[in-house]
Structure formats: C-alpha cells, structure tokens
C-alpha cells in the first residue's frame, strides 16, 4: 500500500489525483444511494419533505430541502439521497483546502478520509446529520479564511453557514459554541456581531414556527425525554462507538494522534482542539441519563479527522499501518456492499433487515387496504416506509400514551381521517376480534388488522393544567383544572354519538420512562363540547400515587379500539 501511494505521488499531480477520487468517491455513493433500500428515518425525514415547513418536531427543516430537491427530480431513493451524494463530495474539496496550507499529502488525505466509517455513513444516507456534516465543513472553512484578516465578506459567511448549522441539526450550536469559546477576542470584532445578527435572522423563522407550535422540540429534547437509570453500558458504548465511527480497525490511531497535534498560536487549530474536547465531554455526560447514539457526535469527527491528518502527515508512518489502514478501507467497502447486496442469511440481522424488502411489504398493505387509509399504532417508521413506498399520504402513525409524540401529532394527517373508513394494523392479533380480524401475510411477517369505520381520533385535544403545584403527598386526592384546548376546525362532541366509538378519558403516570399507573377519570364528561378552535376548563380529580417519587403525570383520550393517545405535556409530581 505504501508504494502504491508513492507511485501516485509520482505519476500524478495533485489536481488530477484529487479529482480521480472525487470521481471514484461520488460514482460508489450514486450507486449505493440507488440500490440500498431506505432507513426507517430517511423514510421519515421524506414526510417532512412533503410538509415543508420552517421546523419539524423533532429537528430544523434542512434535511426536508435537501431531500424535496432530488425527490422532485425522481421519486426512489437515489431520488431521496441525491443532495448528500452531491455535497458529500463537495465537502471532501473543501477539507482538502482546509488541511492544504498545513502540510500537502494528497495521497494520505485520501487513505485517512476514506478510513473514517461515519464519512461513509453519510456519503449517501439522508438524515439531519448530512446537512450538519456538510455545513461543519463550510463553517470551519469560513471561519479558517475570516482569521487571516477579519474581512467583513468571510464574516457574513459566517453568519449565513452558522445559522444553516442551526437548521440542520440542533447540535451545529455545539460547533459554533466551541469554536467561539476558544476565541473570546472575536466579541471585540464588529464584524463578528454582524456575522451573528445575520445568524439570528436567517434562524428566526424557525424560532417562531417553535413558538407558533409552542415548543415541541424543547420540550421534547429538554423535559419530555424521561431519563433511564444510569448503565454503565451507556458509557463504554459511547466510547466504542467513538472508535467504530472514526473507522473500525484504525479509528483508535486517528483519535490518538489527533489529540498529540500541538497548536501552539494557532487560533484555527486550538477552535479544533476545543471542539474536539468540548463535544467529546458534553456527550460523554449525556451518558450519565442515557444512551448515546453513535452518530450524535459526528461534529467531533470533523476536526479529529483534521488534527490527525496534519500530524500524521508531518511525521509520516510506517508500511504496517498503511497496510492496516487499507484493511480498514476493505471492512467498511464490505459493509457498503453488503447493504447492497446481502445474503438472505444476512438479511435477518436488525441492522441489515432495515434496507431490505420493505417495498414488498407496503405494497402487501396497500393490497389488503384496498385505497383506504392505514392506521400504525406506536412508531414513526412503519407509516413512514408504507408512505414513501406507495407515494401517497395514506400511511398514519397513532401514538399511544406509552410512546413518544412525533411529528404525526403536527402534520394534517389525522384530521384527513375523522369519521372514514380506515384500516388499524397491529403486530399482534387481537384478542376479541377475531371476527372483524384480518391477517395481511408480508415478508417481513404477519400483521393483523380490521377495518373502522368510522374512525373517531383526537390526538391533537390538549389538556394543560391550570394552577398546579407539582409537589404532592403520597396517595393524596386533589381536583386539578385543566383547560382542554381543541386545535381541530369542527366542534369535538365527547358525548356518546351513535355509531361512533365511545370516548374514554384516563389518567396515568410515567416512572422512569415507564407508564406505571393508569386511571380511569370518573367526572361526568360525555357533555363536554369543545368549540372548533377553541377552549373549555374541565376539573378532574386525581389521586397521586402510593409510593413517594418523582413522576410524570399525563391525561390520555381513547377512543376504541385504540388504546388511547396522550393528550397532555409530561406533568411534573413530585411524591412525598
């Protein structure tokens, strides 16, 4: 491997071998997006493209765009990844200018980038993540040419990449927040408060949609996420993880050798520094409430990339480790192909069984639902696969009071379904209605539905507490006002209408994550009628419960045969 890299050095200029491998580079992830099947969150992520919008429940709206441009072009899912392909590419142009005033060694550049698993990942898979990737790179490019003489053009470079940042990904804060920090002096610049207003600005939008839709994604990344208790498992994952995603055999000799890269002055290097760490700790805490994702940190890979490059190209390294690195390259283009062409044996791994076969499966569906809309109860993915895949919006996803709110509590989808005929698809059979049940036989198994019709939800009925004190007394009774808020543009009837399913309300409480009582409420509410667009106050009684803690208390509507959605924030309780 080493004298093959000589050989470029000597047969090649660095422009003609540079864009060689773009070439290579751009051709293997074009044919990887168009041939390995979606993940469940690329699917997800396709909704938002069909709802644009300046923000989403979960995330900012860039990855929407970035997936609308290809989807326009063409609906698959080289369609869906066409963007990432692109700028994936364009981003690897701009790491080489960003490491080319250091030290020039193309032929390494590209051994070490094509090293780093998570370059792969997002070479062609479509998340939040790939725009964040790509804007990390222009970012620290900007922010490398704004030191050199402060001018006010690479200061509104600025201000324009740090708020596509924060419409990427809410942790491109983290890169803009670190970088600064290790450059307190940049506040005595005039340019660098217009590169922020300028940030501001082009961020404001999404600022109020948040507001206009009162929070969702701070309540939910903030408050509504319930902490698990501590595993020590969290944490060393995360550090294996940090290995794995910076390559699988050589991501431990990159890391390493990036932390010994002195900076001495450099304000550019000692920004890297300060990310590197300051990202690397702020998710290494996170651990202590749970689990990390091993991508989450990908903002850290960018400058760990960096640092080891220039440390490794001043000081070289022996042929054993260019060897190693290109067994590194083989596993992880072994990985690629795999996604792409697995065995069935294969297949049967979690992992790999998210790229496969779901085409077939949503077809099956829309089979045995004849043009009617589908119902999937407690997860975004499946009605997400089921949509992209039949190209339509007939795919729903109710979430029940055990499962987390997603943006299918924000999107139209529901309201579309009132009072029709849908088809309510379960994993499981269900027990008492074997006679209404159908089983619908896919290849990834079979799944168990019956028809509605009508179907009576109101996911979006919010009940918020009004004058409440989160501190209780164990098994202590209190009557607690709550104003129930009605979204919908009809009138909401709670009283028992002919024909239609009855309505349920209940009361319950969340420990640790977990629903660990739920209570029927037995104030008289079939006469509540709620005002399209408008609001009522209705007193329940609840009863905290036995045993002292902290807890979440929440109100639930069910309407069968749904087993009822949460219809209120995560309500603190306090149990003494």
């Known amino acids: 491997m080493a004298r093959l890299f000589q050989r470029f050095e000597q047969n090649r200029s660095s422009t003609q071998l540079l864009y060689v491998f773009l070439g290579i580079w751009f051709l293997i992830n074009l044919i990887q997006a168009a041939f390995t099947g979606l993940h469940p969150d690329e699917a997800y992520y396709w909704l938002y493209s069909k709802f644009l919008d300046w923000g989403y429940f979960d995330h900012p709206p860039m990855v929407a765009l970035y997936i609308k441009a290809g989807d326009w072009l063409m609906h ?47 070479g062609f898979i479509t998340t939040p993540d790939a725009p964040l990737y790509f804007f990390s790179i222009l970012f620290l490019y900007a922010y490398q040419q704004y030191l050199k003489a402060y001018k006010l053009g690479w200061a509104l470079a600025l201000g324009l990449l740090a708020a596509a940042l924060l419409l990427s990904k809410y942790h491109g804060v983290l890169v803009i927040f670190f970088m600064l920090l290790s450059n307190l002096a940049l506040f005595k610049r005039p340019s660098f408060w217009l590169a922020m207003a300028l940030a501001l600005l082009l961020f ?40 794995l995603m910076m390559g699988p055999l050589m991501g431990w000799f990159l890391i390493t050798t990036a932390w010994k890269q002195p900076v001495k002055q450099d304000l550019f290097l000692k920004g890297l520094k300060f990310l590197v760490y300051g990202v690397f700790v702020f998710f290494f805490f996170i651990t202590f409430k749970g689990r990390v994702q091993a991508h989450w940190p990908l903002i850290e890979f960018i ?64 089979k045995a639902a004849a043009g009617h809309p589908v119902i999937f109860q407690d997860g975004f993915q499946a009605p997400s696969y089921y ?52 089983e619908i036989n896919t290849n990834k198994g079979p799944l168990y539905g019956r028809f509605i019709e009508p179907a009576r939800l109101y996911q979006k009925l919010q009940f918020s507490p009004e004058y409440y004190d989160e501190n209780w007394s164990a098994a202590e ?49 079939k006469q509540i009628k709620i005002p399209a667009k408008g609001s009522i106050r209705f007193t329940v009684g609840i009863q905290a419960p036995r045993k002292p803690g902290k807890y979440k208390l929440f109100i639930a509507l069910r309407t069968a045969p749904f087993p009822g959605s949460r219809n209120s924030e995560m309500i603190n309780m306090n149990v003494k």
Request: hydrophobic letters at 40%; glycine letters at 4%.
């Open 477 to 525: 009774s209190r009557n607690t006002t709550f104003l129930i808020h009605n979204p919908y543009g009809q009138e909401v009837d709670f009283s028992d209408l002919e024909g239609q399913a009855e309505i349920e309300l209940l009361y319950g409480f969340y420990e640790q994550g977990q629903v660990v009582q739920v209570k029927s409420i037995t104030e008289a509410y």
């Open 387 to 438: 949509n992209f895949y039949t190209n339509s919006l007939k795919g729903f996803g109710y979430n029940s009071y055990g499962y987390r709110k997603t943006q299918f509590d924000i999107w139209p989808l529901e309201d579309s379904l009132q009072f029709k005929k849908v088809l309510y698809l379960l994993d499981r059979p269900a027990q008492g209605d074997e006679h209404t049940q159908i």
């Open 303 to 366: 400058p760990l990339f960096i640092l080891a490059y220039i440390y490794i190209a001043e000081r070289g390294i022996s042929k054993t480790y260019y060897n190693l690195f290109a067994l590194n390259i083989g596993l992880i283009l072994l990985t690629r192909l795999i996604l792409i062409a697995a065995p069935p044996a294969l297949q049967r791994i979690k992992f790999v069984a998210n790229y496969y076969g779901y085409q077939s499966w949503a077809k099956s569906i829309e």
């Open 76 to 122: 698959n899912p080289l369609g869906l990844r066409l963007v990432t392909v692109f700028t994936n590419t364009a981003s690897i142009l701009v790491l080489w200018h960003i490491v080319k005033p250091y030290t020039k060694h193309l032929p390494l550049f590209i051994l070490l980038f094509s090293s780093v698993l998570v370059f792969h990942v997002y």
């Open 204 to 243: 404001a939008p999404h600022i109020y949609w948040q507001y206009l839709n009162e929070f969702p994604s701070v309540k939910y990344h903030l408050f509504e996420r319930s902490a698990s208790p501590y595993k020590f498992e969290y944490t060393a994952q995360y550090f294996l993880d940090q290995l």
